[in-house]
């Protein structure tokens, strides 16, 4: 689900943000205390091997992914992604991943969105997968209606950017336009086929799957050279594998730089030591508060509002997502100012990391 999203503008420190989940409390929302389990979310916690995973045995941890980053780099993307399939081979199982990303651009000239797309190949067990996904300037979430003006722009558009990426990678998917949003279908009624993260005009990206693990290599390899020329970043995540298959894939490329994701089983306010166990480059993320803004503004329209904590180098932060705005666009951060205590600005987040 796309999300509109604010973000405090300023460090807080980790008191502040729990008298902000009290003041939430106080408007008579279920506001998360600091002896409460939450999940807290690390990503981009860079790290020298898989060793310094163990810093966090105090914890329960899940969804561990080891993601290596290659930025600047000007590779090719063929020799990249089956040196990654050679070694995923030696250790696939049920439950192991792999996947590279990789930006493309589109040719067409947009106005609605950027011609800077991503796309995904993957290796999952017994079968592999193309996912690809388009970014929009601007977050209009189902139920929103600001957008509709533009609709047919939104629908042309998207429409024409996904047939790029289609036909590049010569799969069998057709699209068309129904009840003014977009359909993609597969041709083959039984192929593995997902559309997903959805907006107010249809989806923003679509997945493949095919039995044959080799099929994407080359079609994938066609789509990365539409980025062409220059340097750019690529991204490999790894998740399931054991000490030895990491040390295995990360021979792959050396130089790359490891970054850790996971999600963490902890109290609330355990989250200062972990914030100070992924410096200087990890970020983490837990939800605070969860309610309908109906709760608080029974004369607007309802939507689905969470209030997390955000914590980096910086400190630590509040951010409010929702699935829509129930207030006109001047009115929500004002609004949000009033119920978190602090001044809020309107921050999406980015769409590929």
Known sequence: MRERRWETTTPLTFGQVLAAGKRLSAMGLKSAAPAKDVICYVEEWTVESPKDFDQLDEWPTEDVTLIHVREGWRGDFFLLAGAYHTVYQRYQDVGTYCSISHPWRIRDLLRLHDPRSMFWIGFRHAHSFIRVRLQTNEVITPGETRGDAERVQWLEERRTAFLEAITLLELPIETSVEKQQLVLRPLDSS???????????????????????????????????????????????????????????????????????????CPLKDLPEIRSLVEPDGRLYSTLCEFQTQELLPECEDASAIIGVIGSRTGFGIEARLNKAPLNEGAMAEWLERLIGHPVAYAPLPAFV
């Open 191 to 265: 192929a593995a086929f997902f559309c997903s993260w959805p907006d107010a005009f249809g989806p923003c990206q679509f997945e493949y799957n095919t039995a044959d693990a080799y099929e994407f290599l080359v079609p994938a390899s066609k789509l990365a050279a539409t980025s062409a020329p220059g340097p750019t970043d690529v991204r490999t995540y790894l998740t399931g594998f054991s000490e030895d298959a990491l040390g295995d894939f990360q021979a792959i490329e050396p130089t790359a730089r490891a970054v850790y994701r996971c999600s963490v089983h």
